[in-house]
């Protein structure tokens, strides 16, 4: 169970307590849903809590350049206005949050107890719903790109001001607060999974040339590499050409070569041989493209 601590320290008195706000808007056995805001600057603010043992925590920073330092963690964390992270805490752990240079601090916490998260998700039941649980205990859903912590999206922010603005209680506040949450893990998880395709696009130039590499004696046409590596046929030639300066053709017709000529040396392999093995279907073929190439036949080089 969580324990929430709040304590605030003054640099000067100052008369306006009243332009602190925190809230506990929603408390049930699984979830906790916390807003704080202070925009009192006469004072240097200190927001401690404790998160709970087991729990996923999920914190939405509303004002600029808020100090996170966690007890688990001996790096301080800075986060700009709409960050947010989703962090796991095994054991209980306790957090600050702070600001400086007499700015505001408002942020926005929902806790979840774990076994909440993982009968919703459900892991044994397929390899995707594992890995997200998974991915959520080893804090995955931290940085987003090296060590920068996403954004909110603007459908997050409606989501946190409609939880904010919720009057119902009981049942129907149950229910409309774990509907938001669900929904606010499947944006952070879209939001993540885009990151992942978009990392996996840029390594498009080196997916295509690993292919090449070890398929290079096959008779591959490029209808038939689109297909395997999964890319459209004019991006997978755009793509392979703009990182390397030459064409997939010409880059197989290389690979070939090269292993046709370290072939040649061996008297023992037939000229037949090395053609097929090379990824061509008929000889006359491969010994054009070998003269196109060495300037001889294989046969002369071969006899030196």
Not at 133 to 150: G, Q, R, V
Not at 197 to 204: F, G, P, R, V
Not at 239 to 254: G, N
Request: net charge neutral.
């Amino acid at each position: 169970m969580q324990i929430f601590l709040l304590e605030y320290y003054e640099t000067k008195p100052s008369n306006k307590m009243n332009e602190t706000k925190r809230s506990l808007l929603f408390e049930s056995e699984d979830i906790k849903v916390v807003y704080y805001e202070d925009t009192v600057t006469e004072k240097y603010l200190k927001s401690n809590f404790i998160e709970g043992e087991s729990s996923f925590n999920l914190l939405f920073l509303l004002s600029p350049n808020i100090n996170l330092q966690a007890s688990d963690c001996d790096t301080n964390f800075m986060f700009k206005k709409n960050q947010y992270i989703l962090h796991y805490s095994s054991s209980e752990n306790r957090a600050e949050l702070w600001t400086e240079n007499q700015e505001a601090l408002k942020y926005f916490q929902i806790q979840v107890n774990y076994q909440y998260v993982f009968d919703l998700i459900e892991p044994q039941s397929n390899l995707e719903s594992a890995e997200i649980l998974e991915n959520m205990k080893n804090n995955n859903f931290i940085f987003l790109h090296k060590e920068t912590p996403p954004l909110m999206t603007v459908e997050m922010h409606m989501i946190l001001k409609e939880i904010s603005g919720y009057s119902k209680k009981g049942v129907m506040q149950k229910l409309f607060i774990e509907a938001k949450i669900i929904k606010l893990l499947i944006l952070i998880f879209e939001q993540f999974n885009e990151k992942d395709i978009a990392e996996d696009l840029s390594k498009t130039p080196e997916t295509i040339k690993k292919f090449l590499d070890e398929n290079y004696h096959r008779n591959l046409k490029i209808e038939e590499i689109s297909r395997i590596i999964g890319i459209n046929q004019n991006k997978l030639r755009k793509e392979f050409k703009e990182h390397y300066h030459t064409t997939i053709v010409d880059y197989i017709s290389e690979l070939r070569m090269l292993k046709a000529k370290k072939m040649i040396v061996n008297n023992k392999v037939m000229i037949k041989e090395i053609a097929i093995e090379c990824g061509y279907e008929y000889v006359q073929n491969f010994t054009r493209a070998f003269k196109k190439k060495f300037g001889v036949s294989p046969e002369k080089l071969r006899l030196g």
